[in-house]
Each structure stands twice: as C-alpha cells, then as structure tokens.
C-alpha cells in the first residue's frame, strides 16, 4: 500500500486534463515528446513539464536515446495501476479524445512515409548498407543457429527488405512469407528469390504495423534489423505477436543502444537501439518470453555498433 504522501502525489500528477490526455495517448504506444507537440498542438516546454510530473508521480517511464526520449506507460506500480484505471474510464467518444487518436495516427503515418522514402532510396544498395553497420556473417550464421536444424510449417519474415532472410533460411521451413511495406524492396527481393529458385517463398505487400492475421499461423517470425524504425518497438511485438502459432517463436535482431546520431537523420532510425530491459518488457507485455540474447560487437569495438538476436518464445 502507498503513504499518504505518495498516493496524494499520484493523483495530483494525473488529475489534469493535458496530462490525462497523455496518459492515454502512451497507452497506444511510446511517443517522442516531438510526436506529443504534434498531437496535442502544445509547445515543447509545456508538453515537457507534464511529462515531467507524470514521470516523477511513477504514472509513466522515460526512456533516453542520445538526443531523444521516448515516454511509455509504467509497468508496474501505484502509479501504473492508477493510470489504467483512469484510461480505462476516459470517454473514447470524447471530442477531444477523438481528436487526439486522428493526430496520433496522422503522425505515424507521416514516420511510416518517411522510412518509406528512405527505403525506396535505398533498396538496391541495401544488403551492402546492412555489412557497412556491423558483421553480418556472424549474425547470420547466428541466426542459423537459433533455429537449431529444425524444419518448420511456415515462417514469416516481417520487414523483409530485400528477403535476404528468406534466401538465407530456406533450408529450415517449408513455406516462407515475407511482408514490407516498400514495393521498391519487393521487387529486389522477387527477383532474388527467383534467381535464387525458391518456389517456396513468396513475398507481399503489407502494413507490418497492422498485421493481417490470414496470413496465417506461423511456427517461426524473423523480424531482422526492423525494430528500430518504429517508435514504439513494443506496439510492433504485440501486432507479430497475433500471427504466432501457440508454441512458436521470434528471432529478433536489432542493434544494442547506442548514440549514433546520424543513423536517426541520415537512415530514417527512429530507436537507438534496443536494450536488455526494454526487450523484456516488451516482450512480457506481448505474453512471449526472452529465451535466449546474443551479442555481436562490429569490429570497431567500443566505437562501433552491437547487434543483439533474442530468441522470444510463446508462454502460452
């Protein structure tokens, strides 16, 4: 049970209407305090300020990532049960609210149109963009390794770019589907698979923020160097998560966090990396469990990038 003090505290924090408003803007999901600006149309100090409090009160969590933050719910706590219970009673209905959720999802849209851009840009010279980042070699017979020799029904392959990951799997399942969003990546990725013969991957066009579940029930999902352009990485794990099969698994691979500005201006990132802590917590929310982490350090040590691949299992 909290003191006195701190559940007064608690309440004081989320009784305002802006920082009710943005309690319930984090329940869909982490947001930059640029993304907030945007939606609530507030200036950046004021917007600030209200996070501010809401973080000090334990409502929610502030995650720094060189230049950026991105705010999200808190996981546990007094703070964190009262903030779902006050957005579980906000008015959907509501004008204001309404408002809300239509700028929210015209923000996402114009992240999802840039990464877009950048992609189309980008997708012939994107396999060598990948080995100029860190080792690929190692992580991919890592990735090999995770799938320990067995064969699997389907495989899903969600931001595939340009199916490398269906070419270098092929061995292990005896269907493959691979979704993206950029037709540019698509058809670098037909034509590699087809040159490569493999009758048994197919790829198709796809919002992998809003997943088509008749794709199908797979045993295994691959998302490869994918969470990072997305705000809310965690939002991204519970949509893959509709189309895992009881018992299947995830193979993750990302980068660790890192400051590495100019991969946030220059390559669309919208994450500097992923940590430890954030994966598994995201993962625990999407009802899947961290089985296993690697790391694999770029050659330039402390100087360079990490990639991590996690192995993410169904707890069901």
């Not at 209200?50 to 999200?72: M, Q, V």
């Not at 189309?243 to 193979?251: I, R, S, V």
């Not at 040590?301 to 996690?310: A, E, H, K, R, S």
Request: aromatic residues 6%; negative net charge; charged residues 25%.
């Amino acid at each position: 049970m909290a003191e006195l003090a701190t559940l007064v505290g608690v309440l004081k924090a989320a009784g305002e209407g802006t920082r009710l408003r943005l309690l319930a803007l984090l329940a869909d999901g982490d947001h930059s305090v640029k993304d907030l600006t945007e939606i609530l149309r507030q200036s950046q100090p004021r917007v600030s300020r209200h996070l501010k409090l809401l973080a000090d009160a334990g409502l929610i969590e502030r995650n720094a990532e060189g230049a950026w933050a991105y705010y999200g719910l808190a996981q546990s706590g007094d703070g964190a049960a009262l903030a779902q219970w006050a957005i579980d009673r906000l008015d959907a209905s509501d004008p204001e609210r309404r408002r809300d959720i239509e700028r929210q999802v015209a923000v996402r849209a114009a992240q999802q149109a840039q990464a877009a851009e950048y992609f189309a840009k980008v997708a012939g010279s994107w396999d060598l963009l990948k080995k100029l980042h860190v080792p690929e070699e190692a992580v991919e017979a890592g990735i090999v390794e995770a799938l320990g020799g067995r064969s699997v029904g389907l495989l899903v392959d969600l931001g595939t770019g340009t199916g490398r990951m269906l070419e270098l799997l092929a061995d292990f399942y005896k269907r493959g589907i691979g979704i993206d969003s950029s037709r540019e990546m698509l058809a670098v990725a037909r034509s590699r698979l087809a040159a490569a013969g493999l009758a048994h991957a197919q790829v198709r066009l796809g919002d992998i923020a809003d997943l088509d579940t008749a794709t199908g029930s797979a045993d295994v999902i691959v998302i490869h160097q994918v969470l990072h352009y997305f705000d809310d990485p965690g939002r991204m794990l519970a949509q893959a998560r509709r189309l895992l099969k009881a018992g299947g698994e995830m193979l993750i691979v990302d980068f660790a966090p890192h400051d590495f500005e100019f991969l946030r201006t220059e390559h669309a990132h919208r994450r500097l990396g992923l940590s430890q802590a954030q994966m598994s917590l995201w993962a625990a929310a999407a009802d899947l469990s961290v089985e296993a982490v690697r790391e694999f350090p770029g050659e330039n040590g402390d100087n360079g990038l990490t990639v991590c691949l996690w192995r993410l299992s169904d707890k069901t």
